[in-house]
């Protein structure tokens, strides 16, 4: 399996410019992440969906911030207009949870570093 | 609510030497943990997971993690480290009664520098 899917790898805009950050799941697995990563505040979970649906988004900074899964094998974080503050690596994850509430290790995609000058 | 600390921003050892990064967790049922390592410019790796059963858990590269519940800890550990292990080490918990969803609760990490 190629694992998870990321693109762009990088991505330099403009204050006020759109975003978006696209992810491909690995196939099979039910659960997909969005985080953000930044020196300042670490690692933060943005939003996570299950078989598509929206889960928790509470992690989701403002408005500016939305994220879709049109279907199993995609999903995008779009940002809208973007800030300087966006500045930082947005990772995708994916897992398998199943019917279970058995814990199930997420795999990472290797990142966008995003920049917003 | 879950939540995981990882009381050491960095730590140092020297090549050969055992290491161990700690981290505690709270969580209201039995926990679910896991650690994962992140290699510069990387996404984060799995390394082991702890979900019941014998209380010492062996996973990638060496490593290994003791799971005590009296501490509340979960510390991962190597025998003798490797300059290669030089990396940043996430703990992460899940919350066994927060049936259902799979959302795991990251640590701040902890950089791991192993000198030659």
């Known amino acids: 399996d190629a694992g998870v899917i990321q693109s762009p790898r990088h991505e330099v805009t403009e204050m006020g410019q759109e975003v978006t950050l696209r992810c491909k799941p690995i196939?099979?697995?039910?659960?997909l992440f969005w985080y953000r990563q930044t020196m300042m505040r670490g690692l933060e979970l943005l939003i996570y969906f299950n078989n598509n649906v929206p889960i928790d988004d509470s992690g989701m900074p403002e408005d500016r911030f939305s994220a879709k899964m049109p279907n199993a094998s995609f999903s995008t974080l779009k940002i809208q207009p973007s800030e300087p503050r966006d500045s930082a690596v947005y990772f995708c994850a994916s897992s398998f949870g199943g019917t279970g509430t058995g814990a199930r290790e997420q795999y990472f995609g290797p990142g966008t570093r995003l920049t917003v000058t | 609510a879950q939540s995981v600390a990882q009381p050491e921003d960095q730590v140092n050892v020297a090549e050969g030497n055992p290491l161990t990064v700690k981290c505690t967790y709270s969580v209201s049922g039995n926990p679910y943990l896991f650690w994962y390592v992140q290699y510069p410019n990387r996404g984060l790796q799995f390394l082991l997971k702890?979900?019941?059963?014998?209380?010492l858990v062996k996973g990638s590269y060496g490593f290994e993690a003791e799971f005590n519940k009296s501490q509340t800890s979960f510390h991962l550990k190597k025998p003798s480290a490797l300059v290669s292990d030089s990396a940043l080490y996430f703990c992460a918990v899940r919350d066994e009664a927060n049936t259902g969803f799979q959302k795991l609760v990251f640590g701040t990490g902890t950089r791991l520098l192993v000198s030659p």
């Open positions: 702890y979900i019941t059963g014998d209380n």
């Open positions: 196939s099979g697995h039910d659960y």
